[in-house]
């Protein structure tokens, strides 16, 4: 049995999700609202799972997981159909350092914790906070662009002609990107990318907007 | 032939570093200094093997690698003596996880263009740059010895009695929340593992200090 404690707009917890549709697997997704209460990560019985108090927490049965590229590559080598990862070493080490590239260099910036400190402890204000946002997001995307630009390896997804865990974490950073108003124009290759994702069932039944915490109002 | 541009006190750089002494593989080690010049990184030359401008990068043979993690597992699996990473799928998710945590969760806020970006554009003084450190590192570190302390499979190291890629990215994490004073007394099972780490000559040979490019004058 598969659960995912999730929160719809959380990036990492849409990276998994997307993972476990393209697996075909059923799963339970538990509603983490991030924002309610002070944040039900912060409470005693989320932080007994995870620690760190992030989102997602994957339940394996017995077996609790945290951080969503170790999540990802876990159900491809317990569930090895269809491959999110090709067989060839440096096309796994690129593969890994494209998902990395997002989910080191460009998404810790920019989530809810850090947008709140910069909020409440160093007083800055949504301007500033927008700036920064773009800031980081527009040049690591920049340079996600010329890894997929300057790659012949680049197919109809990120690597090949098949979603990977690349594509995993590419449509969700865009999906935010698009949601602040960053500037993509000069990014032909990730639109494309992403434009091809979101004809895909799997990545369409992981958007935020479809998941059970998803508000009825989007504007809320 | 294995080349590895690095810089002494990145700690990406210093995770690889560990990995090739660890492997016991030879490499060339060329220096690319983040502050000279306003940064040898942001070369056009360094930016046509790395587009995001950021150490380390690995060149094997015709081939370059960029984001540490990726090319340690790249390591790992073109040279699987002695494994940095265990057989299980469940073992595996725990050291990614791990690594991650401190790659995903801490380092990213913590990383020079960061402080330099509080510094420069928002304007935060050196207090509350090393208030924002310390916030960063205190809390992720938490979460990592929480993750230790609370699961039989840490042993000598954060994962069994060898060491793992986990081991990899915590010494050079501690390393440098030591070198910024951030408070690590609560934190006994870290200490305890980085001492472990310290004892081992392929730690030794990538700490900072001993590296091709570290200044002669350690306070400069």
Chains 1, 2 share one sequence.
Not at 105 to 133: F, S
Not at 157 to 173: I, K
């Amino acid at each position: 049995m598969l659960r995912l404690h999730t929160y719809f707009r959380s990036s990492a917890a849409f990276r998994v999700r997307i993972a476990l549709h393209l697996k075909g697997l059923e799963f339970e997704a538990v509603p983490v609202h991030l924002l309610r209460g002070g944040g039900e990560q912060h409470t005693p019985d989320y932080r007994a799972k995870n620690p760190l108090g992030t989102v997602p927490t994957l339940i394996d049965n017995a077996a609790t997981l945290t951080q969503s590229l170790a999540m990802i590559e876990y159900l491809d080598e317990t569930h090895p159909q269809p491959p999110l990862m090709p067989a060839d070493a440096l096309d796994r080490a690129r593969v890994r350092a494209l998902a990395q590239t997002i989910a080191c260099d460009i998404h810790p910036l920019n989530n809810l914790r850090v947008l709140n400190y910069l909020k409440d402890v160093m007083g800055a204000d949504q301007t500033a906070r927008d700036t920064w946002y773009r800031h980081w997001v527009e040049n690591g995307l920049a340079g996600v662009e010329s890894l997929l630009a300057n790659d012949a390896r680049t197919g109809l997804f990120c690597h090949g002609d098949a979603p990977t865990l690349a594509d995993c974490c590419l449509l969700p950073q865009v999906f935010n990107a698009r949601r602040l108003n960053c500037d993509l124009s000069a990014m032909p290759v990730i639109a494309r990318i992403v434009g091809q994702c979101e004809a895909v069932a799997a990545f369409q039944r992981a958007m935020p907007g479809v998941q059970v915490d998803a508000p009825l109002d989007p504007a809320t």
